[in-house]
Nanobody
Framework: QVQLVESGGGLVQPGGSLTLSCVAS???????MTWYRQAPGKERELVAS????????NYADSVQGRFTISRVFAKNTVFLQMNSLKAEDTAVYYC?????WGQGTQVTVSS
């Protein structure tokens, strides 16, 4: 059974940092892993992705230079290190592999 479980969300002040984790299980081969986010009243948007083999990464312009995506193949885990957080980063963050989604983890940036 395929499962994606995110963790690490929470409340943080502007300028702070958080690290999100997503553990994948039930997949029979390696795939690209992607973080999306959805803010209230907005469409879901891609935040960052990492390839299945080379580790090539891709970021949304809005997070480039502040967020870092990484993965540990042996543990089927992907991380999203988020630094210099802004109020506009507030959203539910989702982990995605192919057409599978996690349940999401809330990130709130507020003073």
């Amino acid at each position: 059974q395929v499962q994606l479980v995110e963790s690490g969300g929470g409340l943080v002040q502007p300028g702070g940092s958080l690290t999100l984790s997503c553990v994948a299980s039930g997949f029979t081969s390696s795939h690209a892993m992607t973080w999306y986010r959805q803010a209230p009243g907005k469409e879901r948007e891609l935040v960052a992705s990492i390839s299945s083999s080379s580790g090539r990464t891709n970021y949304a312009d809005s997070v480039q230079g502040r967020f870092t995506i990484s993965r540990v193949f042996a543990k089927n885990t992907v991380f999203l290190q988020m630094n210099s957080l802004k109020a506009e980063d507030t959203a539910v963050y989702y982990c995605n592999i192919i057409n599978y989604w996690g349940q999401g983890t809330q990130v709130t940036v507020s003073s």
